[in-house]
Nanobody
Framework: EVQLQASGGGLVQPGGSLRLSCAASGFTFGNYDMNWFRQAPGKGPEWVSAINGGGGSTIHCADSVKGRFTIARDGAKNTVHLQMNSLKPEDTAVYYC??????????????????WGQGTQVTVSS
């Protein structure tokens, strides 16, 4: 059974940082691209970032977070992280990790994903 467990959310002031983690189990982690999505109140899901399976050498980020968020994966721990710096109030959302079969390219439509973790709340507010 595929399980994705996200953690690390919380309340942070604008300009602050958070590091999200997503622990994966039940599948061969290295064979899957890993993604982060987020959903702000009253809005639809938004793709945030992706890292490819295998060596994890290819990274993609949405323009809205480029230069502020960094995705990374730890194959030894079957975990993907999202380091979020220079946080803004508009980054407030529930953040989700999702696994995608490797080789399908970056897919930003959440309807194409089968495997999701539960979300972790990130609130950026003073």
């Amino acid at each position: 059974e595929v399980q994705l467990q996200a953690s690390g959310g919380g309340l942070v002031q604008p300009g602050g940082s958070l590091r999200l983690s997503c622990a994966a189990s039940g599948f061969t982690f290295g064979n899957y691209d890993m993604n982060w999505f987020r959903q702000a109140p009253g809005k639809g899901p938004e793709w945030v970032s992706a890292i490819n399976g295998g060596g994890g050498s290819t990274i993609h980020c949405a323009d809205s977070v480029k230069g502020r968020f960094t995705i990374a994966r730890d194959g030894a721990k079957n975990t993907v992280h999202l380091q979020m710096n220079s946080l803004k109030p508009e980054d407030t959302a529930v953040y989700y990790c999702a696994a995608d079969e490797m080789g399908l390219g970056v897919r930003t439509d959440p309807r194409e994903y089968e495997h999701w973790g539960q979300g972790t709340q990130v609130t950026v507010s003073s």
